[in-house]
């Protein structure tokens, strides 16, 4: 129990500094923003989604964004309109995951190399070990820098791929092609 108790005061103190420097953008708007900075074209309902928000509150989020110039809409395809990054959401955008990744790694400055390479390993254990699907790599990683953390890199990505296998393979009597 005091394991978790540090690992839930750790969580705290991740989130309290990735908020401090999230540059008054609420958590709902950081997600959007980063997540449109990796994936863009998405429409308000996969944004939601993805970020982990009522779809009325991304639609609100986003509007607050576009009137800052921030987002744009594009053109409706039947009643849900896709939206992008501007040029100015994307410099925001970058700055945001900048600030939240220095704010962080300020943190782990103070571990020695080995020290750094076996917590690293320890949380890719706990990541994969939590991924249960695609949907939760895209929600659990909305706020990450996806070219750091790409492809095999990425322990959430890469279990939900397996997963995501498994699966296919299972749906076709266990025969693996």
Do not use: W
């Not at 964004?65 to 040029?87: D, H, I």
């Not at 103070?110 to 790599?137: G, W």
Request: hydrophobic residues 45%; contains cysteine.
């Amino acid at each position: 129990m005091l394991l978790a108790s540090k690992l839930g005061a750790l969580s705290v103190l991740l989130s309290d500094i990735g908020e401090r420097a999230a540059d008054g953008f609420s958590q709902s708007a950081a997600g959007l923003l980063l997540t449109l900075r990796f994936r863009s074209l998405l429409t308000a309902t996969e944004l939601a989604d993805i970020v982990g928000i009522a779809q009325p509150t991304a639609v609100r989020v986003l509007d607050g964004l576009v009137r800052r110039g921030l987002v744009v809409r594009q053109k409706r395809a039947g009643r849900a309109a896709p939206v992008r990054l501007t040029s100015l959401g994307r410099r925001r955008a970058e700055r945001l995951l900048s600030a939240r990744l220095e704010a962080i790694g300020y943190v782990v400055a103070t571990l020695s190399r080995n020290e750094h390479a076996e917590l690293e390993r320890i949380i890719d254990k706990l990541l994969a070990a939590a991924a249960t699907s695609r949907s939760f790599a895209r929600t659990t990683c909305r706020l990450c820098d996806h070219a750091a953390c790409d492809g095999p890199r990425c322990p959430i990505g890469t279990r939900a791929t397996e997963l995501e296998r498994e699966a296919e393979i299972a749906s076709r009597g266990g025969r693996a092609c």
